[in-house]
């Protein structure tokens, strides 16, 4: 361990490519997990204590925000200032940043702990012992995302990806086990035993113990830095939720369940998207710090984008052929969600072209712009929703109306990004061309994979049958940007590679230094 008190370079042994590898693959196991637990806790709670539960976990997900952006200035300071080889001033930051977000998130605990307390027996026992339980778990909780943020500032990527599996099984095997046996309460414990089982793994095998530091000037820089990112994360989240809210006030809860079918698949394609921007987030102020040439910004933003166009497309056809017999087979009260599903699943693929060059905007201080974007579009997305809705009776309405808004918000913050390294508008052009003439390839290829399945195997879509000779037309077409993806991207072969955060540091030194 470091004597700053930090996880230390001792743990920058992943880079950038395997750093993605491993934060997604760990991120689909957990949601997966997560979503087979959430189906067996929901059976064996019934609907009223399932909507406990429900209510807990969004308790917990609302309080996470007690930072006030604390937390994100902490994420986007401590790489620029290791970038300018500042240790002593990464530490303060790092030091004040969990000092000041453990505190705002004890007072925001004391309160939720108070309201159970004083509400009586008006809200009954088991809700009020939920409520207890959030204020409990939401300190263990913070705690753990400091960890993770520090870590992933350090690239300690193998940390998070097993942390992140063992956190998922405990959830499985806690939740599941204890809410078999005592209910709705051994739900609550199962939650909070997690939390706490896996914040005592991470500080374990970080390093790191909490330094207690509250400066002045480092708050309000961290407060200036981070209280913007918390308004694009909240605007980002309203853009993705928006057709939810138009469903919900037009057919009610009955129809957002229905529903949620495709928001549950789209969720686990939005965990490739997410962890390209977590790994890439760190790297982007580091190299702002290191005052990096335009050239080396260009690789960490372009590179990105075009392997996002090529796989996260791939994923949604992949979705799109398996979802009816995966639905009719083990969900048969969810096949209305089917259709807008199908739509739904484009809308992450597309989206997540913009979220290299969304995290590229935020390191420049240029983040106010994507929240422009953002904020633009949601109106869209509910009116367009809406209109779609009564016009076609139906759930897929809202579906589409979510995957023009998200589509065209990532087109633009990609496009303004481009702006950064000073790409004229036919380097622009081309590589928004390159990298939309791989999704569009990706797109056909599953309309015409659809036609060869429904000449070979007539009938409805979601016999297996049909499926898999789906499946297998749509790998043959979708090969080609694959291989593309391969041999000119290199994607194995960052994926696979242990040591590109050194390479990183020795890219963006100036000539003189390289050789000490």
Not at 321 to 331: D, E, Q
Not at 375 to 386: D, R, Y
Not at 424 to 442: D, F, I, N, Q, S
């Amino acid at each position: 361990m470091a004597d700053s008190g930090s996880p230390g370079n001792k743990h920058r042994t992943w880079g950038v490519g395997a750093g993605i590898a491993m934060v997604s693959g760990s991120s689909y196991v957990s949601m997966l997990l997560g979503m087979f637990r959430g189906l067996l806790v929901a059976r064996v709670l019934g609907p009223t204590y399932q909507g406990v539960l429900s209510a807990v976990n969004l308790v917990l997900q609302y309080a996470g925000h007690a930072h006030v952006g604390l937390l994100h200035g902490m994420n986007k300071r401590m790489p620029y200032l290791l970038g300018q080889r500042d240790q002593a001033g990464a530490d303060e930051c790092r030091d004040v940043g969990v000092t000041g977000t453990l505190l705002l998130s004890s007072l925001c605990a004391a309160a939720v702990c108070a309201f159970a307390l004083a509400v009586g027996d008006r809200l009954g026992l088991d809700t009020r012992l939920g409520l207890l339980t959030a204020s409990g778990t939401l300190l263990l909780a913070e705690l753990i995302v400091l960890y993770q943020s520090l870590l992933r500032t350090y690239g300690a990527y193998h940390i998070i990806g097993v942390v992140t599996l063992i956190s998922a099984v405990l959830n499985f095997v806690l939740m599941v086990g204890l809410a078999r046996v005592f209910s709705i309460r051994g739900a609550l414990l199962g939650l909070f035993l997690r939390h706490l089982l896996t914040m005592l793994v991470i500080v374990q095998w970080s390093g790191y113990r909490v330094r207690w530091s509250l400066k002045g000037a480092r708050l309000r820089e961290l407060l200036a830095a981070g209280f913007p990112i918390l308004v694009l994360v909240f605007s980002d989240h309203l853009l993705r939720t928006a057709d939810r809210l138009v469903i919900l006030k037009l057919l009610h809860a009955p129809g957002l369940g229905v529903y949620t079918i495709g928001t549950v698949i789209a969720g686990l394609m939005y965990a490739l998207p997410r962890a390209v921007g977590y790994v890439l987030f760190p790297r982007y102020m580091e190299l702002r710090g290191r005052e990096a040439s335009v050239e080396q910004t260009r690789r960490q933003l372009v590179t990105p984008v075009l392997a996002l166009a090529c796989l996260a497309p791939f994923l949604a056809g992949v979705a799109n052929i398996a979802l009816p017999w995966v639905v009719h087979t083990f969900l048969e009260k969810y096949v209305a969600g089917v259709r807008p599903a199908q739509w739904l699943v484009w809308a992450p693929a597309l989206q997540s072209l913009g979220i290299p060059g969304s995290q590229a905007m935020v390191a420049a201080d240029l983040q106010w712009r994507v929240v422009a974007v953002n904020g633009a579009w949601i109106p869209v997305v509910a009116l367009l929703g809406l209109w779609l809705s009564l016009r076609w009776n139906g759930l897929v309405g809202p579906a589409v109306a979510a995957l023009v808004g998200q589509a065209w918000s990532g087109a633009i913050v990609l496009t303004m990004s481009l702006g950064l390294i000073r790409q004229g508008p036919r380097e622009t052009a081309g590589t928004l061309g390159r990298a939309y003439a791989l999704a569009g390839y990706m797109a056909a290829a599953l309309f015409v994979a659809r036609l060869v399945g429904n000449w070979l195997v007539p009938g409805v879509d979601w016999r297996l049958s049909w499926c898999a000779v789906t499946l297998l037309v749509y790998g043959v077409l979708a090969a080609p940007p694959l291989w593309y993806a391969e041999r000119r991207l290199k994607i194995r072969r960052r994926l696979l590679s242990r040591g590109p955060a050194e390479r990183l540091s020795a890219e963006v030194e100036p000539p003189e230094d390289s050789s000490s």
